[in-house]
């Protein structure tokens, strides 16, 4: 079965590495994280651990009320950037960092702000340049619940290297 996403219209084309200047700044569309959301994300990983699927058990917890699997808000995160005005053509991830700062509890309301940096060629893939996305996935409150950085492989304008 071939998964097809909603459609989305975007003004802009994706960027090749070479359309990308250190500093760009993009925020994305927002995401809000739904109780079914975080069910489906057990379901998917067989991650059930009891703050986040049981309310009766995550009251007793320091957060007080069920929250969201961690790397559900990097998963989130990651698919805000590819919905984003500001996308670059399908390439490689090199690697995350990731910092889990504040609890994602349900209807949260999220968006991700990411900036650009470290570019250079790719001394190992003619054709290619790696990029570095600092980033914050940020809540309706404006607090940054999870942030850090992706690496990335993209691939370079043809006749530009």
């Known amino acids: 079965m071939k998964l097809i996403p909603p459609p989305i219209h975007f003004e802009t084309p ?3 590495w070479d359309d990308a200047r250190e500093g760009d700044v993009c925020v994305s569309p927002a995401y809000e994280v739904t109780e079914a959301r975080i069910n489906t994300y057990a379901e998917l990983t067989g991650d059930y ?9 995550a009251k007793t917890t320091p957060f007080g009320t069920r929250v969201a699997h961690g790397l559900f808000g990097l998963s989130i995160a990651d698919g805000l950037k590819t919905r984003s005005e500001y996308r ?6 090199l690697g995350w960092s990731w910092d889990f700062v504040l609890p994602i509890k349900i209807n949260d309301r999220l968006h991700v702000r ?3 940096t470290g570019l250079r060629a790719s001394r190992s893939r003619p054709g ?3 990029v570095v996305l600092p980033s914050e996935l940020i ?12 690496r990335l492989m993209i691939p370079r304008r043809p006749g530009c290297f």
């Open 14 to 16: 994706e960027k090749y």
């Open 49 to 57: 651990t009891p703050v986040h699927i049981d309310e009766d058990y």
């Open 139 to 150: 809540n309706q409150h404006g607090q940054v619940v999870q942030k850090g950085e992706h």
């Open 88 to 93: 670059f053509l399908p390439g490689m991830s």
């Open 114 to 116: 990411f900036s650009v």
């Open 128 to 130: 290619w340049g790696i």
